[in-house]
């Protein structure tokens, strides 16, 4: 095999690896959504989570000397899957250490208000390219009403987006 059409199939192989991983994401979090996967639902402290992960995760920082800072507000409690909880954190950092640049720097905060826990991410890296999201979101919008299935999330992000845009215009 010539060597452009190898590196043309090995980058195929990693957008169709990539999307496999958002798709089984999306079928998780709609399984979840549906109460068919309750997991094991317990209360626990947010910034824990956040902070073990971070640290656990820490070895693929240092091989691209980027340094993760994790600032948490203590009372930061949720009632859900733990494991599910810390797949979610290990996903956004994952992300961040892959799109950062070496000697840059991760920001995670953990910080909540009355109702609401939430968890930032903040990196160097090339962000999320903006122009393709509405349409990959619509599209995953459609494909769940083809199966029958009303997936508020993505709603609820389509709509938040779109406010967004109205509020910078």
């Known amino acids: 095999i010539a060597p452009e059409f190898r590196e043309r199939m090995g980058s195929s192989l990693e957008e169709v690896d990539r999307r496999s991983r958002i798709v089984e994401g999306l079928l998780a979090i709609a399984h979840t959504d549906s109460g068919k996967d309750l997991g094991e639902w317990t209360t626990f402290e947010l910034s824990e989570v956040v902070t073990s992960t971070a640290e656990q995760m820490g070895l693929l920082a240092e091989d691209k000397r980027i340094s993760v800072a994790v600032n948490t507000i203590s009372g930061a409690w949720v009632e859900g899957d733990r494991a599910r909880w810390k797949q979610v954190v290990v996903n956004l950092l994952d992300n961040a250490l892959r799109?950062?640049?070496?000697?840059?720097?991760?920001e995670v905060v953990v910080g909540h208000d009355d109702e609401t826990c939430r968890v930032e991410v903040a990196d160097a890296g090339i962000g999320f390219g903006g122009s393709c999201f509405p349409k990959d979101l619509s599209a995953f919008i459609k494909i769940s009403e083809?199966?029958?299935?009303?997936?508020?999330?993505?709603?609820?992000?389509?709509?938040?987006?779109?406010?967004?845009?109205?509020?910078?215009?």
Do not use: A, C, H, W
Not at 99 to 106: A, G, L, M
Not at 146 to 166: A, T
């Open 99 to 106: 799109y950062s640049p070496t000697d840059s720097r991760i």
């Open 146 to 169: 083809q199966i029958g299935y009303d997936f508020r999330l993505l709603k609820e992000v389509q709509r938040i987006n779109s406010d967004q845009m109205d509020r910078f215009i």
